[in-house]
């Protein structure tokens, strides 16, 4: 296990240590949570300066408008922005994460000049229209139909859980293209303008009171054949290369996150007394216990990946992810639970950050994979179990 | 290390030395001598000593390996995976940390040396040539207490709360052992004089922080390597109860289908592998950094990995993992035996709590 970093790594933190230092007192204040034009402004007006500074598109390929880092200084750069309080990628994510490493690794060269520099320059959004009422962990099986009309598809039906669909001027669409194929082998990957007539957008409130999604009801709308990354009906294939591209650190900046709000909730104990309870203390000592092992099996698992890459490999890691998504999920849980105990009463008033994220948190086990599904792949997967 | 214990110490020599114990337990009734059933394997032991598992960390000039903590965490894992038995911590770190004749001895694999942590069990006390005792640091009234009480005192120890004693006439009481491959006996009140320790050693017993045996051996970093070579072995049979279970959850079939094909059964083994992968990494990431508190995460992680992955092991054998004959009961026990006392829990997780407030 190498948890030590090269003098290059080391010189590379520094020097963003320095520009987010010189930088983050100049932002704007931040907006109002509700106000997603608002948001959609603040993200993108942070990705400007990223993108000025050099540093947008880290982790993308050089040819793609990238900078090409190794999984190693991306996570550098998620730790580091995170401990400054920089801001989150926010209405950036897609472009960012999923769609645009799709495009950069499936998309022709006209694709990439059309797609790739507005989300790098932070001037376009993205959101994603892949889950369906009737297709959650069973993802490939979706219905959303697109029917061929000489150039364009036409497409109908109904995607849920699009994060900032209301703000997004584009969306990675997961379409049914084929319906007599094998499930897998009948879907294809679309970006649809999200201006098409037959887009209409629906908040969902969720239960944390938020609108952090949206459904999308799709009533003939037509996307140009020319918008298709891929061929037709290699859809899911293209959109697994996505997945792929998170190489583990998905979750770092969140990880670096939860212990500071671990250090902030015992720190709050020891102010209001709840500290005197040896339970309590005890629970947060177990917490520090798993949150220290979740930032180290973090780092494990981006070395891995590096190391991967070095050797010629994909770059992906291996059975770390699903490992890793399972135990800090509930983690998050008990971290904001232990939280809600510190507080007592105050644990009820939602206006409370802690309370706000207790609320979020109850999502950790069902979003990205549910802890069954996750369950089921290292079983199948790593464990070599029988398909049920 | 793995290919030496799967040649010399295969699943046929773990059930002998079982049966070997079960023998002297239910045949004489004498089993409360001294001298215990000999579950260690002294030509082992010597194998293990030439192979440098005892000398893993001593300078290569020293006739040692030359390696360090993240190798010797690797090996200590391989033998908790076999359930090895014998006081292998106690030996590997009088051979790291103390020097003279002792510490030359337990290097090469010729002296059994038992490490006790007052007031727990110490471990094949019998079999051992020589005790490393761990006390508090700084103690030095002798309590009264009974043995394994939590007054038992440490005074001969001098202010460093370490000593070394010979085995024989070590005051303890033995107790039937959970563990039918880790003879147990209580600790006393009062610790022994010092004399001259057997087994060939021909040394005084050391006890003062000033006396030479001892002058290298600091008991804080004693009692975290203790604690992180005890959560490797913990690891090694967290690994191995996985494995166990994936397998018999592979081939054992009901209604028609390997029971692994069940959602349930499924998710036991995926539950497994968090825990064993959580708990490897932190011991692996503290043999690295030398943390005191990765280590204490290390330890409770482990000991956690390590008795419920056995349970959950024994549910997957179903009535089969009830059984004598299935080697989970021995994972179950060996877990609870090397398990740190409430006490010893406690004291990490305030440990872990206490640095967040820093």
Known sequence: MDLTYTAEQEEFRAGLRSWLGDVLPKLPPRPDPRDWPGR???????????????????????????????????????????????PYVGANFVGLLHAGPTIAAEGTD?????????????????????????????????????????????????????????????????????????KHRGISW????????????RPLRTLAGSTEFAEMFLDEVRVPVENRV??????????????????????????????????????????????????????????????????RLTQWNVSEAERSLRAGGTGVPGTGGSVFKLRYSHARQELYDTAAEVLGPL???????????????????IAAGTSQIQKNIVAERILGLPKG | MRELLAGRFPREALRAAVDAGDALETGSGGASVVGGPP???????????????????????????????????????????????????????????????????????????????????????????????????????????????????????????????????????????????????????????????????????????????????????????????????????????????VQHARQREQFGRPIGAFQAVKHLCADMLVRLEMARTAVYAAAVSGDGFETAAARLLADDAASRNARDCLQVFGGMGFTWEADVHLHIKRSWVLAAGRGDTERHEEELAGELLQ
């Open chain 1, 347 to 365: 644990a009820q008033d939602t206006g409370h950050p802690w309370t706000a994220e207790r609320l979020s948190s109850l999502s950790y086990t």
């Open chain 1, 230 to 295: 891929g061929e037709e009906n290699d859809g899911w294939r293209v959109t697994m290369v996505t997945l792929s591209f998170e190489r583990g650190t998905a979750f770092v900046g969140e990880v670096v996150a939860c212990r500071r709000v671990l250090g902030e909730v015992a720190r709050a104990a020891k102010a209001n007394g709840s500290w005197d309870d040896p339970a309590l203390r005890r629970g947060l000592g177990r917490l520090a216990a798993e949150f220290s092992v979740l930032w």
């Open chain 1, 110 to 182: 006209e694709q990439r000049r059309r797609w790739l520099p507005p989300v790098l320059r932070g001037d376009e959004v993205w959101c994603q229209g892949f889950s369906e009422p009737g297709a959650g962990s069973d993802l490939a099986s979706l219905r959303t139909r697109a029917v061929r009309d000489g150039d364009a598809y036409v497409v109908t039906g109904s995607k849920i859980w699009t994060s900032h669909a209301e703000v997004a001027d584009w969306c990675e669409l997961l379409v049914r293209t084929d319906p007599q194929a094998p």
């Open chain 1, 40 to 86: 959609r402004a603040y993200d993108a007006g942070w990705q400007r300066m990223l993108y000025d500074a050099g540093y947008a598109g880290l982790h993308w390929p050089v040819d793609a408008g990238g900078r090409g880092a190794t999984p190693v200084q991306h996570l550098i750069f998620l730790e580091e922005t995170e401990k400054a309080g920089a």
């Open chain 2, 39 to 245: 579950v260690v394997d002294r030509v082992l032991w010597r194998e293990l000593g030439e192979a440098g598992f005892f000398a893993l960390r001593l300078p290569e000039a020293d006739g040692g390996v030359g390696l360090g903590l993240p190798e010797a965490v690797l090996v200590f894992e391989e033998a908790g995976r076999v359930l090895l038995p014998g006081p292998l911590v106690g030996t590997h770190l009088a051979a790291t940390h103390l020097t003279g004749p002792v510490a030359a001895g337990a290097a090469a694999g010729e002296l059994l040396v038992a490490l006790a942590l007052p007031p727990a069990p110490v471990g094949h006390l019998g079999a051992a040539d020589a005790v490393l005792v761990l006390g508090e640091p700084g103690s030095q009234e002798l309590g009264a207490g009974e043995p394994g009480s939590q007054e038992f005192g440490s005074g001969e120890l001098g202010g460093t709360g370490v000593g070394l004693f010979a085995a024989d006439g070590y005051p303890a009481a033995e107790i039937r052992s959970v563990d039918p491959l880790t003879p147990l006996h209580l600790p006393g009140s009062v610790l022994p004089p010092a004399r001259a320790l057997d087994g060939g050693a021909g040394v005084e017993a050391a006890s003062a922080g000033a006396d030479p045996v001892l002058a290298g051996a600091d008991p804080v970093l004693l009692r975290r390597e203790a604690a992180l070579l005890t959560a490797a072995l913990q690891v090694g049979s967290a690994g191995r109860t996985l494995a166990m279970a």
């Open chain 1, 190 to 201: 679309l970006a649809m303008p999200m201006d098409a007539p037959g887009v209409t957008v």
